[in-house]
């Protein structure tokens, strides 16, 4: 009679299956923040300097963003320019850190972020296709 031994490698494979999920989220996020922070546009250099991202172990969830205000006013524009077509009409004045007082309609959004996704999405799949094969 043949015997049959059962070998429970479930903890080990739960732990390779995190090990890569965190490893591809850090990558993702390395990826998709040096893309942003490349497509930003640059007066002072700060908001594209701020883009980060942070990981959540346990979760295994990625959050990428920035915390500048200025980053959200890139991203969708303002004014006249406002992507929703709801931002102030007429112009408005205010004070530039360097440049003095400023007369302005608005400003146009880059999408720094959303074109940088775009452009990133199919790579980042393939790079969890990569990595989560490699799990053994």
Known sequence: MT???????????RRAMGDAALKFLHEAGGELVAGAAKRTRRDTGDTANRWSYTVDERAKILTVGNPLENAVW????????????????GGWTYRHPTKGFVRT???????????TYREQRKPIQRKAENIFRGVS
Do not use: C, H, W
């Open 74 to 89: 890139e991203e969708f524009g303002t004014g006249e320019y406002a992507l929703g077509g709801n931002g102030r009409r």
């Open 3 to 13: 015997r049959i031994q059962f070998v429970d490698l479930l903890p080990e494979v």
């Open 105 to 115: 309609r608005g400003k146009k959004p880059s999408r720094a972020f959303y074109f």
